[in-house]
């Protein structure tokens, strides 16, 4: 594609929700140009390297975000091909069906999504193809119906952590084997390290590059412009028609017009790019552009027992939902545990900075380390919003009752296992890896920018893909509800925009919009 030539369709960011619509729309013929502020992951040392990624934090951003006091903060947010999944710890769960219907929790009720878990399920067979996910149907009580069984079986235990499967199922909990999109051999054919928060250069990783921009860009019609910035949209003031985007790339602004146009830059500088679009920004009737900003409650836990020997390379194996749709005793949901990749000594001392490695080697063999999440639940003055070139980051935790309870019941699970030292670490602002909710879908215009297949109520042809679409956090990661709901929208622009607006001009009569996308 030249760069004269308008496109069909400019996607802006190639994470999660850019690069799986780019994937799905490849297949209708639509020239596609994708604007990616970063470049490709080269394949270097560092990539698996502790020390470096996490002591010397190698991969992270030089920018800073602001909290609403107006203090700067470095933000765990990467920039590259694939976005935020080449660091992903692949971990690719649906929401469960009672997340979309809303739920009562310890300090508040969240919303009805648009649509039903019925609505993503499709999607979400579709996404757990694409991603090639391993998990094991069954073993989970708050699993939701799949029409189809996971593409390859669940990835094994180590032996160290198939003993703590045990001893927790002993004490009375149910872990459950996570469902991941990682293909081991590869994986440790490279390198014998974990894959959570470690990057990808395309080594057994199931992430978005991999999986969908690099299939997507190998059709002629599809192209990636890296290092471009996207700035802000530029739409016509009287039909609301977005004429183009203006970019930066090299020290140089550009502008692009095209057809169509779907944002998925992630939820904060999807917002930020809406929010710079225009005195109240673009899609903003409702206001509601960079609001009910969420990011779930979270805390690293590390369980030591001092006769256990971890000996585990990965260990990012397995999952407990006993307290996820309530806390076990009739109360409301508490939320969801799952192993954090191998937690070692090198990790460690990027927190404990003051500790000698050898002393957190001590414990660190005798441990072994979850991820505790809880709901973060939307509300309006949490949020993203824009102060001069400034993007300030207000975000408004909640539902901490839910987390402190998951925390508290979880310990005595883990002291009844025979771990008798628990140590927890909460993760702040500084990490909004599971940002969410900032652009969401709904079906009233007042409430919401985006209708629910994704299209913004006032521009007919903008549309978001990235996690800024979803209503709730849930408890669950969200890179695979995202893809799901990207490859919905894809279908929809396929069947219902495409073969009205563009298909005359890019030739899809012959290859067929409705036919291409991804069914099951
Ligand atoms: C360490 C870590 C571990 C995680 N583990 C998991 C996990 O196990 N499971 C899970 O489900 N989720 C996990 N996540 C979260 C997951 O990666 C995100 O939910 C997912 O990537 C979100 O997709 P997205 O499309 O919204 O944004 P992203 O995937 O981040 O994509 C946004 C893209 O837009 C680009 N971009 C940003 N601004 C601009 C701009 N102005 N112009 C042009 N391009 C721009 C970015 O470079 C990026 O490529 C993890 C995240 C991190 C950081």
Redesign the pocket.
């Known amino acids: 594609m030249s760069r004269e030539s308008a496109p069909d369709i400019i996607i802006?960011?190639?994470?999660?929700?850019?690069?799986?619509a780019a994937h799905a729309l490849a297949r209708t013929g639509a020239r596609i140009l994708i604007?990616?502020?970063?470049y490709q992951l080269p394949d270097i040392p560092e990539n698996r390297d502790a020390r470096a990624i996490f002591q010397r934090g190698h991969f992270r951003p030089k920018e800073f975000w602001y909290d609403a006091a107006g203090r700067p903060f470095s933000p765990?947010?990467?920039?590259?091909?694939?976005?935020?999944?080449?660091?992903?710890?692949?971990?690719?769960?649906r929401y469960r069906a009672e997340d979309f219907a809303g739920l009562s929790h310890a300090d508040g009720d969240t919303p009805d999504w648009p649509i039903r878990y019925r609505d993503l399920a499709p999607w979400y067979d579709a996404a757990e193809r694409l991603y090639q996910v391993r998990g094991a149907l069954g073993e989970d009580a708050t699993e939701p119906h799949h029409d189809h069984p996971y593409p390859h079986p669940a990835i094994p235990d180590e032996p160290a952590i198939a003993q703590v499967r045990a001893r927790l199922a002993g004490a009375g909990l149910h872990p459950f084997s996570l469902p991941l999109g990682i293909d081991l051999d590869r994986w440790l054919g490279k390198a014998a390290t974990p894959w959570?928060?470690f990057p990808d250069a395309r080594t057994g990783k199931m992430?978005?590059e991999t999986c969908a921009l690099l299939p997507a860009l190998a059709s002629p019609s599809v192209a990636i412009e890296s290092g471009?910035?996207?700035?802000r949209l530029i739409a016509d003031p009287g039909s609301g028609v977005i004429d183009a985007v203006e970019?930066e790339q090299g020290g140089t602004l550009h502008r692009r017009t095209a057809g169509l146009f779907l944002l998925?830059?992630?939820?904060v500088?999807?917002a930020?790019?809406l929010l710079a679009s225009g005195d109240r920004g673009l899609a903003n009737r409702s206001d509601a552009v960079g609001r009910h900003f969420m990011n779930h409650n979270a805390s690293a836990v590390l369980a030591a027992d001092p006769r256990f020997r971890n000996d585990a390379v990965y260990q990012?194996t397995f999952g407990i939902n006993d307290f996820y749709l309530s806390d076990g005793r009739g109360g409301p949901p508490l939320g969801n545990i799952q192993l954090l990749g191998r937690v070692s000594a090198p990790i460690l001392k990027a927190t404990l900075r003051r500790v000698p490695e050898v002393a957190l080697h001590q414990l660190s063999r005798r441990a072994v380390d979850f991820y505790a999440m809880s709901e973060g639940l939307p509300d309006w003055n949490s949020r993203v919003r824009l102060d001069g070139g400034r993007i300030v980051l207000d975000w408004r935790r909640s539902n901490m009752t839910a987390h402190a309870g998951l925390l508290r019941r979880f310990r005595g699970f883990l002291h009844a296992a025979g771990f008798p030292i628990v140590l927890r670490h909460l993760f702040d602002r500084k990490?909004?890896?599971?940002?969410?909710g900032t652009i969401r879908l709904g079906d009233n215009p007042a409430k919401a920018p985006l209708d629910p297949f994704g299209r913004a109520f006032d521009h007919p042809n903008l549309f978001v893909?990235?996690?800024?679409t979803l209503v709730t956090s849930a408890a669950?990661?969200?890179?695979?509800?995202?893809?799901a709901l990207?490859l919905r929208t894809a279908d929809h622009i396929g069947r219902d925009v495409l073969g009205v607006t563009l298909l005359a001009r890019s030739g899809l009569a012959e290859t067929g919009a409705a036919e291409g996308l991804p069914h099951v």
């Open positions: 802006i960011g190639s994470g999660m929700g850019g690069a799986t604007l990616e502020k970063g765990g947010n990467y920039y590259n091909h694939g976005g935020n999944s080449k660091f992903y710890g692949a971990v690719l769960l959570d928060a992430d978005a471009a910035e996207v700035r970019y998925g830059a992630g939820a500088r999807s930020a790019i990012k990490v909004p890896s599971h940002q969410c893909v990235d996690a800024s669950v990661n969200p890179a695979l509800t995202v893809a990207s």
